[in-house]
């Protein structure tokens, strides 16, 4: 086959299209916040900059009718190359790991970005510093045809400090409230909102903000609230913490440091820590900043159970080299699936944290504590767990506990709350059973914590009732403090 012609695709993309197409990728108005702050952070490392004098991010939020004012300001060194800054995907500007796709600063103004285009950015470098300016770029986004100009313009602009960089733009109320956890439907008002953010950026950054690396600030209109670092609360004696390990996961050495346990669900937060479904699991960090959380059946290949909901696996990876650990999606709100790096990590969890064995249900707890306690009664021959009655029928019916003395034999039905009329006939089974199995009760015995004078009433009538073999019932009702047993402490 002969080439006929040869010629150039004519594929520049259109400013304003390639802008809204990269847009509306975050879930959360939070993770759009991220974006800048950890341009912010990035910097902060690259030139060590004084943590206490020129680290901080300050986030003011203004509301207003239908939308709100956002200015994230940082007191960083500025935008050294502007233009990098604003290519889509450049990476030269790149100052630490942090800095990986070359394209958070624009993907999350292009979506803010509803219409309006009103978005800028203000930057002061240390030269211009020394010249009394700052550089201004104002939305919208624009390529050759219409290129977005910059500005220099006398004094700091927005900055709070002699240098650094303020992002400012505009956004609707709906995508503010994507900051309401996730299925919670409920009107929030524009101050729980930025409590929401608070805890967010909290929970994003805790590790960084514990270690000093930076202070992050929220203005909300009517007061400022210096973000502090949220960590869980670990179980007392149910945690463990794996002294720092270096390792090479396939892209060089990486620091793993990694505590796990049992913790105990904490109330006052709107979304982290709370010991259920969505925030136990395996939380992974990058250089103290959070990429991705909740992680289980990736990891194990299972399901949650319940009973391991207070499970939680804290991983800081900590390396220089951005090679070193696993890629992040665009978002930063996950690692890249593929990664050979992360399979390595999710390797090393495997090998090195146990999963918890699963809680025994506060009922067998309970029961257990009477069965050592029965076994140590005078003229105990035998103490029984889980015993089968009606063997006969073969039903595959447990009983609580079966203790057998040496002149008698007694049944127990345990309840952990207050008992209710179908308990007693749950104990008539296991009599009845024991009956035509050939091994008669002596004694019944339904323990809860309390019992109504319904039930009193029902054990009363059963036991002027005989049961199959002809003999009379004997139940008993009894407690669980009667027993010496405290349920709250079990
Ligand atoms: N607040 C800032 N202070 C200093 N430099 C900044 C700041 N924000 C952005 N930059 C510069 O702009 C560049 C582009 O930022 P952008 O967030 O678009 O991409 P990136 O950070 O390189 O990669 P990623 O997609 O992973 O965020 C950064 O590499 C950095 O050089
Ligand atoms: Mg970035």
Request: with cysteine; net charge neutral; aromatic share 8%.
């Amino acid at each position: 086959m002969c080439t006929l012609k040869t010629f150039p695709i004519e594929n520049t993309p259109n400013g304003r299209e390639l802008w809204q197409s990269i847009s509306g990728n975050f879930d959360r108005f939070s993770e759009i916040i991220c974006e800048f702050v950890d341009n912010a952070l990035s910097n902060f490392r690259k030139y060590a900059l004084d943590p206490q004098t020129s680290r901080k991010v300050r986030i003011v939020l203004r509301e207003q009718e239908s939308w709100v004012d956002v200015d994230v300001i940082d007191t960083g060194t500025g935008i050294r190359n502007i233009h990098a800054a604003l290519t889509l995907g450049s990476r030269c500007g790149a100052e630490s790991p942090l800095n990986e796709h070359g394209m958070g600063l624009k993907h999350a103004l292009a979506s803010v970005d509803d219409e309006g285009c009103v978005w800028s950015i203000q930057t002061r470098t240390p030269e211009d510093n020394e010249l009394d300016r700052h550089l201004l770029v104002e939305g919208p986004y624009g390529l050759e045809e219409a290129p977005m100009m910059g500005q220099y313009r006398a004094g700091w602009g927005k900055l709070i400090r002699p240098t650094g960089t303020a992002i400012s733009f505009r956004c609707t109320r709906r995508r503010f409230e994507t900051l309401r956890p996730v299925g919670d439907r409920a009107e929030k008002s524009f101050d729980t909102l930025v409590e929401i953010l608070v805890e967010e950026l909290a929970y994003t950054y805790a590790q960084v903000l514990q270690r000093g690396e930076m202070t992050l600030e929220v203005d909300g209109g009517k007061q400022t609230c210096v973000v502090h670092p949220l960590f869980p609360i670990w179980d007392k004696d149910g945690t463990q913490e794996i002294p720092a390990v270096t390792c090479d996961l396939g892209g060089g050495p990486v620091e793993l440091v990694c505590r796990y346990g049992l913790i105990r669900g904490r109330k006052e937060t709107f979304l982290y820590y709370k010991g259920n479904m969505e925030s136990s699991g395996v939380e992974i960090r990058c250089n103290g900043r959070v990429v991705q959380r909740g992680l289980f059946r990736r990891i194990w290949n299972g399901r949650v159970h319940p009973s391991r909901n207070h499970f939680l696996v804290q991983m800081d990876l900590r390396a220089k080299n951005g090679t070193a650990l696993p890629a992040t999606k665009p978002t930063k709100t996950g690692f890249w699936d593929g990664d050979p790096r992360l399979e390595a990590l999710f390797a090393w969890i495997r090998s090195n944290v146990p999963l918890p064995a699963k809680e025994e249900p506060v009922e067998k707890r309970l029961v257990r504590v009477l069965a050592q306690n029965k076994a140590v009664e005078e003229g105990v021959l035998r103490v029984a767990q889980e015993e089968d009655t009606y063997r006969s029928l073969n039903l595959g019916t447990k009983m609580d506990l079966f203790v057998s003395y040496r002149d008698r034999t007694v049944v127990y039905e345990a309840k952990k709350a207050g008992s209710r009329a179908l308990d007693v006939y749950q104990l008539r089974m296991y009599w009845d059973g024991c009956a035509l199995d050939g091994r008669p009760i002596t004694q019944g015995m339904l323990i809860a914590r309390r019992h109504c004078p319904e039930v009193e009433a029902l054990v009363e009538k059963m036991n002027s009732f005989t049961d199959p073999t002809g003999r009379p019932y004997q139940f008993c009702l009894t407690t669980w403090e009667e027993e010496g047993i405290d349920p709250c402490a079990v």
